[in-house]
């Protein structure tokens, strides 16, 4: 039984004994799971039933969510509305998830930036910036009644940290719970919160953990370590690692460690069953899980991840390489962390974690109901390693120690100590400083409220949490700001306005303004100078769209190097001497489609919408690339090197999936353009089923959802609706994909690539390309990879009613002769079961 679904025995108690009841209705919940709430979860919990605030600073491992659980059943009970933030759009999903088991999937929503989920839940799990931009829009009139926040200590992050803070300047109405392990001391912010709300804020704190870290600084190497941590029944040892480079070498390192016996790696084969590793990573993953090793970082595929998490709670992990996303509410029990070092490259410098950093990350050792105690380890740097080594090889020889040449840190490497190590473990969190900043949005969703928008603005700037003298600044900054927006003509002074609200927009804003996709507006707008008649329009309308979303970091550096290699290598080819190639590659970025034409209209768009000028547009080609090249997802991480990126790499194609599946109007969508959407979905499932199918099988008219995973003309012989080919339209598009990306890699005289397309079957059923290649460019001089190319008149396939599909695909030769031709048969079953396409057989024919 869900909670949810003990709110109708509440229905005939009587006023005087509710609150008594909603209390007695959940405690009968905790218990028949078993669950016994610590003192710090059933004094806050108790708090909230009494409606104070609540500020949660509880060490991590003592219960937070169970708390978080009893507020939204207590403002469920009493017919309120309830947001969870979270700080990262991956914890919202996977809280999502978490709590539509908790409470049934009916009465939880999610809103994330760029998909909404049953949208009027009574429980809604969000990012902090959601609800920041809806109490700026609604202010007190929000329906918020409850906000949880948790990991509030993101509340001094600088990029992010306003959109903690918003909500309490801006819901007064609503009460809150903060939770964090790592608050420092909070008395100014309780005293805030009780002004504001008129609610008692009660902190919950300095409580001791319910399993005790122990703290060790150790001079061994990492391995040396581990066997020693696991020799000593310190498993599941988590090793911390400051990149996912790191995390993913170490692992394949420990291979040559015996890490479980023969029993524990049958359980771990029999635990992982029939999970499908389809990617690159996933077979090196698959390899390790049955090493009992496990890996695991945000670059990771969600699948993995939570397979990963699956493992470990079992027990049959050993060792889990990772990095410090540890501490940002992964649901990994672990008894051990280790951490590899003590310095970490925050995006600009290489620096010291802080002590708010290292207790995160610390505090994730020990397992309540499993372990009496946790074990913190942290490695020496591997300068300071070498130097015990050398003292221990010289023994108590007075000459020989006089001797020692010590090790130094690497030149400019940020180096640690035992002291930074004592300091840190002994080191109170940092205080929580007010991150607040003006923009455009805040204002136009300020000014778009109803009421007093002279004393709506007047709180945000003067009541904040920022000194006086910075908020003088702020002020000075929104008259600069609002003045802009007027003179765009987007807000305007109308004369038989009241005093109190001189000021209205011109046109009423979206109602998810600032909560989507920002630029989208101007995307919008650019589709207009589009010529429908273009060769290249689909694509141009895919570029534009690209250019309004957040990139892809990783992907975009591996563009950048592949195109520099290339152009390197063609100077090379040129005789140009290598200091004139390097100051030449200077320039050479990734592809930017449009960028001129875009820039230039983007430049006007901001002339009359002044708060387009806190954003910037990126273009890019990602899914563009893979259209032009006929690349599938295993083609783009191949192409340029992603295997550890794989998650990044899906997350923004998902961004991109919904984005054009939710924002192109019905007067520019194409036949063509729809086909790569269903295509894109479609590939986005079979990749990773998990970011769309469950949020599909919730979804409310907010959720773009191709009308075609309604309405499927299914392959024959399907019965597995999420099989590949259950989806016939998209599948005909990913054959007609992979026939024309053996076309172009066969063009490039690309041997090696075509063989691995290809490496699942056996030789005697593949073309021997070498021969091939010979015989085609003996006889002509340049191979069409247009347009035209890819057309029905060089492309067939017998879509006929079995689950063996013969294929056509002819060269396009410049003579028009169209003698050498790939014939193949794509074989359903084994695409079905690979979630991609595969072939039984393929030859080069003459003709």
Known sequence: MNLAQLLPDLSEVPDSLYEDAIWDSFMSWTNSRGITLYPAQEEASLAVLAGDNVILATPTGSGKSMVANAAHFIAMARGQRTFYTAPIKALVSEKFFALCEIFGAENVGMMTGDATVNGNAPIIAATAEIVANIALRDGKNAAIDQVVMDEFHYYSEPDRGWAWQVPLLELPNAQFLLMSATLGDTQWLQDDLTDRTGRTTTLVSGTERPVPLDFHYVFTPVHETIEEL?????????????????????????????????????????????????????????????????????????????????????????????????????????????????????????????????????????????????????????????????????????????????????????????????????????????????????????????????EHMRNLLRTNHDSRAKQNRDILTAVELFRGLINAGIVERTPDSPASRPYTLTEELDRDFALNQPLSPFALAYLTLLDPESDTYTLDVISTFEAILDDPRQLLQAQQSAERGEEIAALKADGVDYTERMALIEDVTYPMPLKDELDEAFETFREGNPWAKEFELSPKSVVRDMIEHAMTFSDLIATYGLARSEGVVLRYLTDAWRTLAKSIPAQYLTEELEDIIEWLGELIRQVDSSLIDEWAHMADEDTPISKHDLERELAFGVEDPSALTSNRRAFKIMVRNYFFRLVELFAFEKEDRLADMLEYLDPEDTPDWGSALDDYFDEYDDLDTGPDARGPEFFSIADDATRSWPVRQIIKDPEGDNAFQLHGVVDLDASDAAGEVRLSSLEMKQV
């Open 230 to 454: 696991l020799s000593n029944g310190k498993a599941p040892i988590y090793v911390v690692h400051f990149s996912q480079r790191e995390a993913t070498e170490r692992a394949q390192a420990l291979t040559s460690m015996k890490i479980i016996n023969d029993e524990e790696k049958a359980r771990i084969a029999e635990e992982i069953g029939d999970f499908r590793f389809t990617t690159t990573f996933g077979k090196t993953l698959s390899k390790l899980l049955r090493r009992g090793i496990g890996i695991h970082h945000a670059g990771m595929l969600p699948k993995y991840r939570r397979l990963v998490e699956k493992l470990s709670q079992t027990g049959l992990l050993k060792v889990i390489c990772g990095t410090d996303t540890l501490g940002v509410g992964i649901n990994v029990p672990i008894r051990t962390v280790l951490m590899t070092g003590l310095a970490k490259y925050d995006g600009q410098r290489q620096r010291i974690v802080k002590s708010r950093e290292f207790h995160q990350i610390a505090g994730r050792a020990g397992r309540a109901g499993y372990d009496t105690e946790g074990t913190v380890v942290v490695e020496a740097p591997e300068h300071e390693i070498e130097n015990v080594k050398l003292r221990r090889k010289a023994g108590d020889d007075p000459a020989k120690l006089r001797k020692i040449r010590k090790k130094a840190p690497r030149d400019g490497q940020v180096s640690w100590s035992e002291n930074t190590f004592e300091r840190l473990t002994t080191a109170e969190p940092e205080e929580l400083t007010s991150q607040f900043r003006v923009s455009n949005s805040m204002l136009l969703n300020v000014v778009a409220r109803p009421g007093d928008g002279y």
